[in-house]
């Protein structure tokens, strides 16, 4: 293991997922850290860093295969190194009562993989929603859902402050190694 040396690891398909793993790497990097943000597709060895932060954008109310995949592949050594994992998908973007009432809850199949990894902290952040790239009944659905329209719903503060949290936690660890 490379001493302070972060992962950054994402499973994304249209884009916004990665482009959240990079605000992440370069935010710390901006801090000093030394940080790497891979895709999981490449299978990055989490044995050669300090800390990894994963995460997978949301289909169907789970995480993509490859993240899944990447997890319990490497669960034995991520569940004994210090772990952040985020999520990015609609439901933080979703407001109303039917929003409100999903937005409370992590998808089944999420939480156990986030159970099994045992990370320190988890996030879930609302990414991009393109309304060309939905059908009628998505477009219904969204808006039921309290769907506020369409477009990048990413809150780049909170994704900032959640980074710096990161960050100041990884300071006190290595500065007591």
């Known amino acids: 293991m490379t001493a302070h040396k972060i992962l950054v690891a994402y499973a994304s398909e249209a884009g916004s997922t990665r482009q959240i793993a990079e605000f992440i790497a370069a935010l710390l990097t901006d801090i000093g850290f030394s ?8 299978e990055p060895d989490p044995d050669e860093y300090a800390a990894v932060v994963i995460g997978s954008a949301i289909h169907y109310r789970a995480w993509l295969p490859a993240a899944v995949h990447y997890a319990y592949l490497h669960m034995r ?25 999903l937005g ?29 790239q939905t059908g009628f009944v998505g477009r219904v659905i969204y808006r039921a859902m309290g769907g506020p329209g369409y477009g990048d719903l990413r ?23």
């Open 104 to 132: 409370a809850r992590v998808p089944r199949k999420i939480a156990t993989v986030r159970d099994v990894v045992a990370p320190r902290d988890y996030r879930e952040f609302a990414g991009v929603w393109e309304r060309a």
């Open 155 to 177: 809150d780049w503060s909170a994704i900032a402050s959640w980074a710096k949290s990161i960050a100041d936690q990884l300071k006190v660890q290595f500065s007591s190694v």
């Open 35 to 42: 940080v790497d943000v891979r895709s999981v597709v490449t």
């Open 77 to 101: 050594y991520l569940t004994n190194t210090p772990v952040w994992m985020f999520s990015v998908g609609l439901r933080p973007a979703l407001k109303g009562p039917i929003g409100g009432w």
